[in-house]
């Protein structure tokens, strides 16, 4: 009779273990290992800092531990020193405390320097802004100098720095755009600033990173970028052709539900100033943190 134990349950296991990290690179690349503008390219350069530096302590710990299992382990012609006096060693004492700081100190530079680098414009270039309001459970986009709006859909021009200005008309969210850059929360009565920029045309996937409730999977919006003579072509498109957004349509979206995209020729020239306001922007306002 064939014999099954623990040796088949642990192959299993890890048979499935290693399928776990194989099969998400058989249908797509990891979306945050493939940055897709300057703002992305200098968060995943600081990833990649961080993962080298954490091999250096990581990869030599681990390697001392297999080793000094195996080395002192008890066997009766084990003939490591026995030593129950030794005290410490200044030598090892400045390794494992001098390499740490080392790393910290690197990454520490490094981020401070990213970070205040990351909330000026990405490029030279003439910069878009677009409003963003995060709702139950969908995003709203206005684009102040075209007065067209958009749920769960929004287009840039490639090339071009584009200043997201966000809030919030419901619970606090976290907008992100994993490749073009990093998360940033959205407040009731607070506006936040995040810079973006895609150097080459195609689909982004953005999401809300801030569990907000049952309908929070669906949470979703597409990033297209394209040209910017075809992003303009598409404004005049939406202009044209799209109907207006009414106080009243706002109100219906503000309801928690679940939106498809949608898009709009205009809305009125107050109502993202008026989303703010009424959730306290105007304490912010007169606080000097608007």
Known sequence: MKKTGVSDKLKKFLFGFVLLFLLPGCSDRFVLLDPAGPVAQTEYRNIMLTMVLSAIVAIPVLAIMVYVVYRYRDRPENQAPYTPNWDDSKILEVIWWGIPILIVA?????????????????????????????????????????????????????????????????PMNSFWVPQLGGQVYTMPGMEMYLWLQADRSGVYEGKGAN??????????????????????????????????????????????????????????????????????GMYYTHHGHH
């Open 106 to 170: 690197i990454l520490g530079v490094y981020t401070v320097r990213d970070t205040f680098s990351l909330t000026r414009p990405p490029s030279d270039q003439k910069p878009v802004t677009i409003q963003v309001v995060s709702l139950d459970w969908k995003w709203m986009f206005f684009y102040p100098e075209s007065n067209i709006s958009t749920v769960n859909y929004v287009e840039i021009p490639t090339g071009v720095p584009v200043q997201f200005v966000l809030t919030a008309d419901a």
């Open 211 to 280: 569990f907000t409730g049952k309908g929070f999977a669906h949470m979703n919006f597409q990033v297209v970028a394209k040209p910017k003579s075809e992003f303009e072509a598409w404004v005049k498109s939406v202009k044209r052709s799209a109907p207006p957004l009414t106080n009243e349509k706002y109100n219906q979206l503000v309801k928690p539900s679940i939106a498809n995209k949608q898009l709009y020729s205009s809305y009125p020239t107050s109502l993202y100033k008026d989303i703010v306001n009424k959730n306290g």
